[in-house]
T-cell receptor, first 113, second 109 residues
Framework: KAGVTQTPRYLIKTRGQQVTLSCSPI?????VSWYQQTPGQGLQFLFE???????NKGNFPGRFSGRQFSNSRSEMNVSTLELGDSALYLC????????????FGSGTRLTVV | KNEVEQSPQNLTAQEGEFITINCSYS?????LHWLQQHPGGGIVSLFM???GKKKHGRLIATINIQEKHSSLHITASHPRDSAVYIC???????????FGTGTSLTVIP
């Protein structure tokens, strides 16, 4: 069965712009979570969506937002990009949440210049 | 304050050696995950534990809930095991997800 698909794989944006990243979960998975990975901070949890509702949220500013559609596909948006937003953004899907394990996508590498 | 601490940070082993990576955490958890990340970024979930021990091939993961400690063991290590291993915990209150900084493992032929 198809894995978790993230698009695009690579992205270069200018400071001040906004960006939208997409994540298509494994068919039947209703939980989608997003993570940021940087060399300095490592992996950090952004938020989790389940059945179109944000269920959990990490400690990130309001510039980071997301949503989930009825088909469980999820998008993450970052507005007013800063240089420090350059990172690998990963999403993961799960049938219902953490007690069932996660499958990760390959990530979107965002570079802000 | 780091909710999840991993040791060692870096580990070099000869092929065939037995390897242990440790993870300690400070919050109450509903689940602990061991993740593997190869160069290029892709992450694979190796184990999800809420108690006891799990084994998959040459990999064994254990957790002691009372001591808030987990270990990942690799028996008969192989160069293809070279990767970064990350411990992650899902907090049982507040539903936060915390990550260790990772252990970079290099297995030399």
């Amino acid at each position: 069965k198809a894995g978790v698909t993230q698009t695009p794989r690579y992205l270069i944006k200018t400071r001040g712009q906004q960006v939208t990243l997409s994540c298509s979960p494994i068919s039947g998975h209703r939980s989608v979570s997003w993570y940021q990975q940087t060399p300095g901070q490592g992996l950090q949890f952004l938020f989790e969506y389940f059945s179109e509702t944000q269920r959990n949220k990490g400690n990130f500013p309001g510039r980071f937002s997301g949503r989930q559609f009825s088909n469980s596909r999820s998008e993450m948006n970052v507005s007013t990009l800063e240089l420090g937003d350059s990172a690998l953004y990963l999403c993961a899907s799960s049938p219902t949440g953490p007690l069932y394990g996660y499958t990760f996508g390959s990530g979107t590498r965002l570079t802000v210049v | 304050k780091n909710e999840v601490e991993q040791s060692p940070q870096n580990l070099t082993a000869q092929e065939g050696e037995f390897i242990t990576i440790n993870c300690s955490y400070s919050v109450g958890i509903s689940a602990l995950h061991w993740l593997q990340q190869h160069p290029g970024g892709g992450i694979v979930s190796l184990f999800m534990l809420s108690s006891g021990k799990k084994k998959h091939g040459r990999l064994i993961a254990t957790i002691n809930i009372q001591e808030k400690h987990s270990s990942l063991h690799i028996t008969a290590s192989h160069p293809r095991d070279s990767a970064v291993y990350i411990c992650a915990v899902h907090q049982n209150t507040g539903n936060q997800f915390y990550f260790g900084t990772g252990t970079s493992l290099t297995v030399i032929p």
